[in-house]
């Protein structure tokens, strides 16, 4: 959970960056401009390193997992791992919960679906998973407005 929060976080830090950058007195001033473009950049790159270690983290846990399983032993849920393959993947190609959400129900899955989705994909509680479903619901009602 913390590490959906912290990527969230994250990616909203992003966007405040280039809004800024975009502004009229950053504009103005090369040097503020150089700063702004320079903290993108390193943005950027953090970020490209946090989805890696995202990415490790859940290769981990899931070696972890075949480690520590007895031989024959089933795993709950394995089924739903197929099903939401899709949505693991756009997670690893650096998609946020709200677009996995979005893209769930572009999918034809209901608000059930989709918080069964993100918990999946994101390791969520049900209130974190409804809490980003409320958050993408707004921003796509701001930017339908």
């Not at 129900?105 to 679906?113: L, P, Q, R």
């Not at 918080?115 to 999946?120: G, P, S, V």
């Amino acid at each position: 959970m913390h590490d959906v929060i912290l990527s969230v976080s994250y990616e909203s830090l992003g966007k405040i960056l280039e809004q800024l950058q975009e502004s009229p007195e950053i504009k103005a001033s090369p040097e503020l401009a150089e700063r702004i473009r320079n903290a993108i950049l390193f943005h950027r790159q953090i970020s490209t390193d946090w989805q890696g270690l995202l990415k490790e983290h859940r290769e981990l846990k899931k070696n972890v997992s075949d480690l520590t399983r007895e031989p024959g032993e089933r795993v709950c849920g394995q089924g739903l791992q197929n099903q939401f393959s899709k949505y693991e993947e756009m997670r690893d190609q650096g998609a946020n919960p709200q677009g996995i959400y979005l893209a769930a129900t572009e999918d034809g899955y209901d608000g059930v679906g989709a918080i069964r989705i993100l918990r999946w994909v994101f390791d969520l509680s049900l209130q974190e998973a409804q809490e980003i479903i409320l958050q993408a619901q707004s921003d796509q009602q701001r930017r339908a407005a």
